[in-house]
């Protein structure tokens, strides 16, 4: 990587492909990739396991531990990116202050497509029945954010070829 440190947010609801897409560009730009649920404090952990949606108040502090990761990243002079579902703009909000030229990758997928994949797959603590509740909370990206919209229906290659492309990013 040449040039200053950049920090990603893939955002999206359960199933978008965060963690697909996450991983193969990170490996195709040589950046670092965090998991964002891995910084789930254990109670949002058990909540969603016994299939209760977070709140803003259990949301705050695990945003804040994405937060504190990103700076580190940028006082290391590290490019990365991390996992996170980013449903709110007072989310997204939180995460610029701790970070502001953090740019977040929105993908963005039909409740019936996404469905289909979470009832697919397991999950170590977030079943199907919490999508509906992520859906419910998804406060799409207003023009102004510094959000680039992905369609979560390609794939994952094709994804990671339209945020290199609409970033502007080497690798």
């Known amino acids: 990587m040449t040039g200053p440190a950049q920090?990603?947010?893939?955002?999206?609801?359960?199933?978008?492909?965060?963690?697909t897409v996450g991983d193969r560009l990170a490996q195709r730009l040589g950046w670092t990739m965090a998991e964002g649920d891995a910084l789930h404090p254990p109670a949002n952990v058990e909540k969603m396991r016994r299939g209760i949606p977070l709140d803003d108040a259990d949301r705050w502090p695990w945003l804040d531990a994405i937060g504190a990761l990103l700076k580190a990243w940028a006082a290391e002079g590290r490019s990365g990116l991390v996992t996170c579902s980013a449903l709110k703009g007072s989310y997204r909000e939180r995460l610029l202050a701790a970070r502001p030229?953090?740019?977040?990758?929105?993908?963005?997928?039909?409740?019936?497509?996404?469905?289909?994949?979470?009832?697919?797959?397991?999950?170590?603590?977030?079943?199907?029945?919490?999508?509906r509740s992520q859906f419910d909370t998804l406060e799409e990206p207003l023009p102004g954010e510094p959000v680039v919209t992905i369609d979560a229906g390609e794939t994952p290659e094709a994804e990671v070829e339209a945020i290199v492309t609409a970033l502007g990013l080497a690798g």
């Open 101 to 131: 030229d953090l740019r977040f990758v929105y993908l963005k997928g039909s409740p019936a497509l996404l469905s289909g994949r979470v009832a697919a797959r397991h999950h170590e603590y977030m079943p199907a029945s919490l999508l």
């Open 7 to 19: 920090a990603l947010v893939i955002m999206g609801v359960s199933g978008s492909g965060k963690s």
